[in-house]
């Protein structure tokens, strides 16, 4: 059973482009009926009326109720025996969405009828969607597309029909390209996508796309999803909810240098240069560094992950230090959280506090009474983190960078035993 869209307007003509691509093949299909109407069709004097003035002043027109609630009434008795909606697309609307557009293509498919309102000027008479919600029959809904203003609710009801209309049964041939986009069910942005020539104008298609192996692959798009999604709509990082923290896996390693090679650079004061941070991560930070780090009983190493990638890590290393400095600084330490590390776009998001909280309750239960770090001097954001959660500043101790001998302050804090 197809159901039906009705379109009321006063410009026709503007929803002329209904007619093409998908949309146009799913109505010659047969999968889909969109009739257009025209306002002025049922209006009742020789200049064809649809708007007058503002109760209460004000600039612009108002259109109104009489001729709307003639053309809805007509409109909507078309849809008489199924379930009805009236969209009335406004910038004073509740936001449109993915899941809205889910939802009607749900109502589509079960015969029901959508009935978009398109008002232009200042907007249609407010009694006009407060008479349709009232008659109990129908649902009404006003809805945005964006936070902007156009002229009127013409475009926004091309973008609405054509959202939903892709949803719908037979219209996009291949189902599967529904499956990973933007704004579906893992609440990311979708990652790059890439196709040949793999070279173009100097840039080339990033290597692991050419490789054949679908689990690196995998990652590597969710990698760059959840990246993308940080950078452009924290927002909806936030909605994914916490990060969930866990002890990292031997499939962890390539992962782990990544985000590690990402975020040492930033840990770095500004005189460290670029090539003596790199030269640290390869050396300590590489795959194959966190391959034998994982081997190791006395290294624990736990990650945060949100929506399947990691975003973040630390590390505990059990046993007395080595450095002569921090022994004289933190007698007694038995561990030391050698690497906790947030990626940049997910810094003031609980992720750190999380992971950090984590590793406290592990180093309790493996029986450690002073758990010891060192952090640059320069670094205050992170002196700062490591205060609020309990560390003092013990001691100083020199640390080598590449060529280069930084100077850390060692922080310490005692641990409560389960
Ligand atoms: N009419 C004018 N601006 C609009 C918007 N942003 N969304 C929906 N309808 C509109």
Redesign the pocket.
Known sequence: MTGRIDVVTIFPGYLAPLELSLVGKARAAGLLTVDVHDLRDWTTDAHRTVDDTPFGGGAGMVMRPDVWGRALDEVLAAGADASRTVL????A?EP?TQAMAEELALLLCAGGQLALA??RYE?IDARVAEHYQGTGEVTVRE???????????E???L?IIEAVARLLPGVIGNPDSLVEESHGSAGLLEYPVYTKPPGWRGLDVPEVLLSGDHGRIARWRRRRAVDRTAARRPDLIDALGPAQVRPARAADAEALAEVAGRTFPLACPASVPAADAAAFVAEQLSAEMFRRYLRDRRRHVLVAELAGAIVGYTMLAVGAPEDEQVRAAAPGAGAELSKCYTLEGFHGRGVSGALLAETLDLAARLRVDTLWLGVNQANERAQRFYRKHGFQRVGERTFTVGSRTEHDYVMARTLVRP
């Open positions: 009335v697309p406004t910038p609307g449109f398109c008002g907007g809805v945005s597309i964006g936070d902007y203003v156009l002229n009127g609710g475009v926004a009801a973008v």
